[in-house]
């Protein structure tokens, strides 16, 4: 597997991932904001039903379209940071006890992400639910889980990003990546 700087950022819905990138961005990093939740917000104002909740491999398949599209446009050699990945497919999938399509971990491995991937555990005290994001607490706990077995298994090195403000987990990740290089 060919390694790129291309960092995942990945945990249960409502953990801080999107408030990570925008500070990152701010910092001038490069940074890509999560698939999933561009389709959802099209497919509701578009009226389209497709959706993980009611249809979860179409759903799934119409976001692995677009992730493989957008990892096309990436620039060998260039940092950036995504907010999740294909991977976040396979675990979205165990959580809904499905089987996930083998052709998701092989384009994972083909784009060649960084093998560190930053993990950001459920914190109540920030969790909220929203017209994308209707999962439960309780769900949002089984869907971590998911996400953290769909990374171990297909190889990945999980770092679990500590709990704190925005700016010091920002910096706990930037401190990671240069211990790594």
Same mark, same amino acid.
Request: with cysteine; charged share 30%.
């Given at each position: ?12 819905? %409502? ?15 490069? %940074?890509?904001?999560? /698939?999933?939740?561009?389709? /959802? ?38 940092? %950036? ?29 083909? /784009? ?45 090195? /999980? ?23």
């Amino acid at each position: 597997m060919i390694q790129n700087p291309y960092y995942i950022i990945t945990g249960a819905p %409502c953990t801080g991932k999107t408030t990570i990138l925008e500070e990152l961005k701010s910092r001038g990093y490069k %940074c890509h904001s999560e /698939i999933a939740r561009k389709v /959802i917000r099209e497919n509701l104002d578009s009226g389209l039903e497709v959706f993980p909740w009611n249809q979860m491999q179409l759903f799934s398949d119409m976001v692995m379209d677009r992730m493989v599209e957008l990892a096309k446009n990436f620039e060998p050699n260039e940092l %950036c940071f995504l907010d999740r990945s294909m991977v976040d497919l396979i675990g979205y999938m165990y959580f809904a006890r499905k089987t996930p399509p083998g052709r998701y971990a092989m384009e994972a491995k083909k /784009i060649g992400y960084a093998k560190t991937v930053f993990f950001l555990p459920v914190w109540e005290g920030i969790y909220t639910k929203d017209e994308e994001r209707k999962e439960s607490f309780e769900e949002a706990v089984a869907i971590g889980a998911s996400l953290r077995k769909a990374y171990e298994e297909v190889g990945f090195n /999980i770092v679990e990003v500590p709990k704190g403000d925005v700016a010091f987990r920002v910096d706990f990740m930037i401190k990671t990546i240069q211990e790594i290089s």
